[in-house]
C-alpha cells in the first residue's frame, strides 16, 4: 500500500488566494451599477424657444429670424440635423419653435448657447440676447442596472456665465420693428450765391462791397493829409522868398 501524504500548509494558502480574488470581483460587481448606470437607459430634452415683437406699426412684424444652439463641447448630444457648427433653426412671426428631441444615454452636465445669426432686416433691431443652457442628466436609481432612469433638469441663463443672478424661465427673443421706413438720402446745406447790388449790372458782390464805407474814409483822409501836406510846403515857399526880398532891399 502507497502512503500519500498530503501538505496542509500549500492548501490553506492557495483558499486564501482564491478567497482574495473572490473578494475582489465582488467589490467589482458591486461597484458596476453606478458606472453602468450611465451606459442604461435614454432621456430626451426639447428646448422651447418663443419669439416676439415690440412695435408700435401696425402690421409687418412678422419677419423669419433665424437661431443658432451651439455645444460647448464638441461631444455633446445634438437635435437631428446638427452640423459641425450647431443646429441651426428659424422662426418666423410671433409665436413658439421646438427645438429638439436631444438625446442623452450618459449622466453628465451639458452645456449650450442659443443666439441668432441673422440680423440684415429692413425696418427691423434683432434682439442680441445670447442664452447659456445647462443640461443635467442624473439617474435616480444608480443600483438598478435594468432600469431605465435617466432624468433631466434644464437650467437657463440670459448671458454666457452660468451665475445665479442670471437665471431665467424661459428663452425669449424680443425684436423691434420700426416700420419700412425710407432712408432720406445725405444731402449738402445750400450754398449761398452772391447777389449783385441793386442796379449794379450783374456785378457779384464781393467781401469788398460790404467795407466800402470804410475805404471811403481811409481815401478821405488821406487825400486830406496829402492836401495839408502840400499846403504847408507852399507855405514854407512863400516865407523863404518873402525873406530873401527883404534882404535884397535893405
Given amino acids: 500500500m502507497k502512503l500519500i501524504f498530503t501538505n496542509t500548509t500549500s492548501i490553506r494558502r492557495r483558499a486564501k488566494i482564491f478567497l482574495a480574488v473572490s473578494l475582489v470581483l465582488v467589490c467589482l460587481f458591486a461597484a458596476l451599477p453606478i458606472s453602468a448606470a450611465s451606459a442604461v437607459g435614454a432621456t430626451e430634452v426639447t428646448l422651447t424657444v418663443r419669439q416676439n415683437f415690440i412695435t408700435d406699426v401696425s402690421g409687418g412684424a412678422s419677419r423669419t429670424f433665424t437661431y443658432q444652439l451651439t455645444p460647448l463641447e464638441t461631444t455633446n448630444p445634438m437635435p437631428a440635423g446638427s452640423n459641425a457648427e450647431g443646429f441651426t433653426f428659424t422662426a ?99 450754398v449761398d450765391t452772391p447777389q449783385p447790388p441793386p442796379g449794379g449790372g450783374g456785378t457779384p458782390i464781393t467781401g469788398d462791397f460790404s467795407n ?25 515857399d512863400k516865407n523863404k522868398e518873402a525873406k530873401e526880398t527883404s534882404v535884397k532891399i535893405e
Avoid: C
Fill in 212 to 236: 466800402i464805407w470804410l475805404w471811403i474814409s481811409l481815401v478821405t483822409v488821406s487825400g486830406g493829409m496829402l492836401l495839408g501836406l502840400l499846403l504847408w510846403i507852399k507855405q514854407l
Fill in 92 to 190: 418666423t412671426g410671433t409665436g413658439e419653435v421646438q427645438v429638439g428631441p436631444i438625446t442623452f444615454t450618459s449622466v453628465g452636465i451639458y452645456s449650450y448657447e442659443l443666439s441668432v445669426i441673422s440680423s440684415t432686416a429692413r425696418g427691423y433691431t434683432y434682439d442680441t440676447r445670447v442664452y447659456r443652457i445647462d443640461v443635467y442628466i442624473l439617474n435616480d436609481t444608480p443600483n438598478n442596472l435594468s432600469a431605465s432612469n435617466l432624468t433631466a433638469v434644464v437650467i437657463v441663463y440670459e448671458g454666457r456665465d452660468a451665475i445665479e443672478d442670471n437665471k431665467v424661465n424661459e428663452i425669449l427673443f424680443e425684436h423691434r420693428y420700426q416700420g419700412d421706413v425710407e432712408i432720406p438720402p445725405q444731402t449738402s446745406p445750400p
